[in-house]
DNA sequence: TTTTTTTTTAGAACATTGTTCATTAAAAAA
DNA sequence: TTTTTTAATGAACAATGTTCTAAAAAAAAA
């Protein structure tokens, strides 16, 4: 009898539901104007119910923000078209930086929010894997960049670190509306202007 | 009669209260947590006397978030003691990141939260003067490495945008938590060690 | 000193929020 | 059909920011 089979696929297409209508909803409103009553409503079911497949609130955003880096890291991949390693730095520091600017609320969810680690605390994982996996991704590309001389020979792990706090900082200033009335040209243009620089600066001249 | 004076006076300090007590608990347990309820009860004041000195939480934070950015320009100023802008710059770097380490909570709502600029959106002030006021002061140290030809000549606003970035974003991705559990040397060091690194690529070699 | 006016403070109330828990409805198994 | 397991609900709780009306206190006027 696939009586079972069918439940399990029932309870899934409502957990997934959930997580399709609370993404919509945060994307249009942000973070504490999605409520669990607002999500129970669209997916027509009692806020309790909602309880049933998610903890809580976190949860339902960790799992966004898990999804979330699966996209950006299918996204990254597309640097391994170039054969040189510095082209691959630069393009991942691209589509890093397209990716956060086309999806800010997502990128604020992956990387500033308190939710998703409130989670991750909440488990007793030791590990962030999606943060994990993102940057030594990050890290073996700068290592091939390190072993053809084409970057100077420092510390891999800092070097990793300062690159995507670089593009990190280049986008969450605009993000975050901390770049917008100090006489700044519009956040495109400037990130794209320093993103340039640092590229140079970066190369072994 | 000096009646209205002590008025005046008295109601400036209820007002300063006010601030000292909700910047006590902020640092103590966060925005979210610092509620009006519980300032108005460290203070001995009902919920809605806090409404007579301020429009609403947001302002008080907003308030909170200026004086934090004197504190750190005063802080900044210290990079004066060097002569050369070279060691000026670096000196700001490092103080940047020192205060934005000690006061993660102030830095966060100096130029992460969202209820500073909410408020300055209510306001409509053209500008941020309290941001602007910092960058320029960075702006104006970075065009004197230039004049000096410490460092390579690009366009002085892309490469102070890109300076901030950096160090932003280094104190951030600690700060938020996602430089944990993904198998990296502790902040202070690895933040050390990346500015070390920038450090290098700015200077002309 | 007494009365009037102004200012300050408080208290109750409102609409929301995340979350829990006992109860009901529904479905599956016996 | 009856029993058992599962799913779903609705009411309730404590807490939040904020508003509004009434009371208390202080100052000004008489």
Redesign the interface.
Same mark, same amino acid.
């Given at each position: 009898m696939g009586v079972s089979e069918r439940r399990i696929r029932e309870r899934l297409d409502t957990r997934q539901s959930i997580l399709a209508v609370a993404r919509e909803l945060f994307l249009l409103k942000g973070f504490e104007a999605t409520t669990i009553r607002n999500i129970a409503e669209k997916i027509e079911y009692s806020p309790s119910t909602i309880y049933q497949h998610f903890k809580d609130k976190n949860e339902i955003f960790y799992t966004i923000h898990s999804e979330a880096f699966a996209e950006l890291v299918r996204y990254l991949n597309a640097s391994e078209m170039h054969k040189n390693p510095m082209d691959q730095l630069i393009a991942l520091g691209q589509i890093y930086v397209q990716f956060a600017m086309e999806n800010p609320e997502l990128y604020d969810l992956m990387?500033?929010?308190?939710a998703p =680690?409130d989670f991750?605390n909440y488990l007793e994982? +030791?590990? !962030?894997i999606e943060?994990?996996t993102a940057?030594d991704y990050l890290r073996s590309i700068i290592a091939n960049c390190i072993k053809q001389g084409l970057i100077?020979e +420092?510390?891999l792990?800092?070097?990793s670190?300062?690159v !995507? /706090? +670089?593009?990190?900082?280049?986008v +969450? =200033?605009s993000i975050?509306? $901390?770049?917008? $009335? =100090?006489? #700044? /040209?519009d956040p495109d243009t =400037?990130?794209q $202007? /320093?993103f340039?620089?640092?590229s140079?600066? #970066?190369i072994k /001249?």
């Open positions: 990387f500033i929010m308190e =680690i991750l994982d +030791t590990n !962030w943060g994990k940057f100077i +420092t510390d792990e800092s070097l670190y300062l !995507w /706090s +670089t593009v990190h900082g280049l +969450t =200033i975050k509306k $901390r770049g917008l $009335r =100090i006489g #700044l /040209s =400037i990130i $202007r /320093s340039a620089i640092f140079h600066l #970066l /001249s």
